[in-house]
């Protein structure tokens, strides 16, 4: 057909023997063949918008936001695994301690030897088009047995107006930068120093979170959780299972194409009641406790680097964080070896602040290398507390750490680490091995 309108356009155009009768019947035939090819057009797409129909289900008033072409699995949630192990030698093979700190059990250098770290599972799906769900449970290697830990389990909502967000459930708070990220995400094998001291590494509870981002250019974020208070810093559950609560809000922006930042600040206050701070260092089955208030405040610091912002060749990412603690209230059972004795109902109300910095640069793709140096500071408690692990003496605590990784892809990664560890009055020289390899579905961790 398009070659018969090419000769009759050329007849018209070009023959003047034609008369005016003659070039109407031609123009009636070039408006009955555009028509025709115009019919056969809007067949076509008729055709494929039936089969694009077939092969990918619309949603409906009653169906879950998730398409998908096999409606059995409609609701079936993304599994995914992350795997550690590591080798671990020490050369101080005493319990480790952080003189002027009582820390939550959860705070030590971890087994020496081979180990399997802490692997995860993590199952996530939307419950329907209001809600998103998460769990993830975690295999802790504790004294040399396994035990399966419930690391995380909540609910957020997905359509809430005007930028706000609400999380109910046990999950990781969303003060200071690196508390929110699973430990499998850090640049370094350990967290940081004040991390450790003020956190017994991570700070988790079972609560609410409200948070809501603003709509400007600049990234606003502010938000509030309210806990139970069963985790360290706080303890006892006091308040009828209302004790702990936090307040943070978060800045960031871009500088040009190549730069990135984000500022925070965060506040914890925790009411703790018989806080459990593990066994008394003569090792005789007894534990210390404290009741009475908490008062942390973080800010932090993190800064991005890559060419026009795309990080495959080469980043960088500086980091900081810094704590600052006030406690007011009781001591009991605490362990005075020097003594001879355990001192009971003993006033405690001091100050203790600690910072960290680090560096972690992607030199070449797949290679990365980073430095980081962390440090601790205690008042000193007074006369009553002469020989207990709250006497820091002349001591001030510092870690430093150098890390070399290669990671074959974002899902498969090596580490080799080296850290000097002087948290204690003796100088612990530390290397750390580590693989950590992700299966399945993983979610994008934020900035």
């Avoid at 590494?201 to 509030?224: H, M």
């Amino acid at each position: 057909m398009a070659p018969r309108m090419i000769i009759l356009m050329w007849l018209v155009a070009s023959s003047p023997a034609f008369a005016a009768s003659e070039i109407d019947l031609l123009r009636a035939e070039l408006d009955r063949l555009r028509a025709d090819y115009e019919t056969r057009i809007q067949a076509l797409e008729r055709r494929l918008a039936a089969a694009e129909a077939r092969t990918t289900p619309t949603a409906t008033a009653t169906a879950a936001p998730r398409p998908s072409a096999n409606p059995e699995s409609a609701f079936n949630p993304a599994v995914g695994a992350v795997l550690v192990g590591s080798y671990r030698s020490f050369d101080d093979e005493g319990e480790f301690s952080i003189p002027g700190f009582i820390l939550d059990e959860e705070a030590g250098r971890g087994e020496e030897g081979f180990s399997l770290g802490e692997s995860e599972f993590n199952l996530q799906a939307n419950v329907d088009d209001k809600f998103h769900a998460n769990a993830t449970f975690a295999l802790a290697d504790e004294d040399g047995s396994t035990e399966v830990e419930l690391e995380e389990a909540w609910i957020q909502s997905t359509a809430l107006p005007h930028g706000l967000t609400l999380r109910a459930g046990r999950f990781f708070s969303d003060v200071g930068y690196l508390n929110q990220f699973h430990r499998h995400a850090d640049d370094f094998t350990d967290r940081p120093l004040p991390y450790r001291a003020f956190f017994g590494n991570q700070y988790t509870d079972d609560g609410v979170r409200l948070s809501w981002i603003a709509p400007t250019d600049l990234f606003v974020e502010l938000g509030a959780e309210w806990f139970r208070g069963a985790a360290y810093p706080a303890g006892g559950s006091d308040n009828q299972g209302k004790g702990a609560w936090t307040g943070f809000l978060h800045l960031g922006g871009d500088l040009g194409t190549s730069h990135s930042w984000r500022l925070g600040v965060s506040r914890v206050g925790a009411d703790s009641r018989g806080r459990t701070t593990g066994e008394d260092e003569n090792g005789d089955g007894g534990s210390t406790t404290f009741s009475g208030d908490t008062d942390l405040w973080i800010a932090d610091l993190v800064w991005k680097w890559a060419p026009d912002g795309n990080p495959t060749e080469r980043f960088l990412k500086f980091q900081a964080e810094y704590f600052a603690r006030d406690e007011d209230g009781i001591f009991l059972n605490l362990d005075q070896p020097d003594l001879g004795a355990d001192t009971t109902n003993v006033p405690y109300d001091a100050d203790q602040s600690g910072w960290y910095a680090q560096a972690y640069y992607q030199f070449m793709p797949g290679w990365r290398i980073g430095a980081r140096h962390a440090a601790l500071s205690a008042d000193d408690p007074g006369a009553a507390f002469a020989g207990t692990v709250l006497d820091r003496g002349r001591h001030t605590p510092k870690h430093d750490s150098l890390v070399l990784e290669w990671a074959n892809s974002e899902f498969a990664r090596l580490r080799l680490q080296f850290n000097r560890d002087r948290s204690s009055r003796d100088t612990d020289n530390q290397v750390v091995l580590q693989y950590i390899m992700s299966l399945g579905a993983h979610g994008a961790h934020k900035f």
